[in-house]
């Protein structure tokens, strides 16, 4: 259905070793959060960075925020000193978190030159039609209700990008991120076995388009990983009967206060700090982000990169880690 899903299940294959190794403590069937956030289309930054932080059920959401509220109650730009209790929290050696960031270089314009107006129109209609077939296979009343709510959202989406003043970088930012946390919750499952993974993002305009139609498309692509790109021991369990996780997803609000505001705050550093970089030199432009970037991702077992890059014909990614040269 998408070119781009198959290019993230090989770029993230070491990844998903890793993250099972990371993880071996953790039994199968528990509920898995991935939290993102992301620095997009900041004209003094040389990338474009989407950051996933997957917590493990180590705590209850609750006393995890209230940890990084005592110990991080600003996010990375409004801070002059990255705290440590969140590096100690990003890199602590008791396995709790694994993060992979998803980064492209800004004058690539989101992948641009791959992803059309042509090609996410038919990436749509793909989804459109992939939900039409799903539904015929559900007779519970919230299962239907759901998928044809979800095919009148793709239409809508379809639509507007049938319009000559559609909002090309917007679309792709949406196609992009559901690709991306579709990836991360079919690692999940390849690795931990978890019985629900909950999406939880920071705000964004993409959640404003036809009713958060990002995670419709964020649902698709993660069945179509989970079908199309299955061990062979994960065919056996599917015959068998075996399901996939249950992805719930938690919409932010528009306004007022996040109720998720302190666990984004994961993801903001990492994705703040990746941005800045300098893809030449490798340098960053303040001692915040050296911080960050010489203390959860250099050297790292649990701070993975992939990047992305595309030449209008094909499109890579490879994983990446920082190492020292000492």
């Given amino acids: 259905m998408i070119d781009l899903l198959p290019v993230l299940v090989q770029a993230t294959v070491t990844t998903q070793l890793q993250l099972k190794q990371w993880f071996a403590r953790y039994p199968a069937g528990m509920p898995w959060s991935v939290i993102s956030d992301y620095c997009i289309g900041d004209v003094n930054k040389g990338n474009d960075v989407f950051s996933f932080v997957v917590v493990a059920p180590h705590d209850k959401a609750e006393n995890i925020s209230e940890y990084i509220a005592r110990v991080a109650p600003k996010d990375l730009k ?62 519970h009343k919230h299962d239907i209700e759901y998928h044809e709510n979800a095919i009148r959202r793709l239409k809508a989406f379809k639509r507007e990008l049938e319009h000559k003043g559609a909002n090309a970088k917007l679309a792709r930012q949406i196609h992009l ?41 964020a649902y698709v692509y993660y069945l179509t990983q989970a079908i199309e790109f299955a061990t062979p021991e994960q065919q056996i369990a599917q015959s068998h009967g075996e399901s996939l996780a249950t992805l719930v997803f938690e919409i932010p609000e528009k306004t007022a206060k996040h109720r998720f505001d302190e666990l984004v705050r994961l993801p903001d550093y990492l994705a703040g700090t990746l941005a800045d970089l300098n893809n030449e030199t490798m340098a ?43």
């Fill in 177 to 217: 991120v559901a690709a991306m946390v579709a990836t991360l919750c079919n690692l999940l499952n390849q690795a931990v076995g978890a019985s629900v993974i909950r999406w939880i993002s920071d705000r964004d305009a993409m959640f404003e388009r036809h009713d958060a139609v990002v995670s419709d498309l």
């Fill in 78 to 139: 409004n801070t002059g000193k990255v705290p440590l209790g969140l590096i100690q929290y990003l890199t602590c050696e008791v396995p709790v978190t694994f993060s992979v960031s998803f980064v492209t270089r800004r004058e690539d314009v989101l992948l641009r030159d791959y992803l059309s107006m042509q090609a996410m129109d038919a990436l749509v209609a793909g989804a459109i039609s992939f939900m039409h077939d799903r539904l015929a296979l559900y007779q």
């Fill in 284 to 326: 960053v432009s303040r001692e915040k982000f050296d911080v960050v970037l010489n203390n959860v991702f250099v050297n790292s077992k649990n701070n993975w990169l992939v990047q992305m890059t595309s030449t209008g014909e094909r499109i890579t990614a490879r994983s990446a880690l920082f190492r020292s040269c000492n």
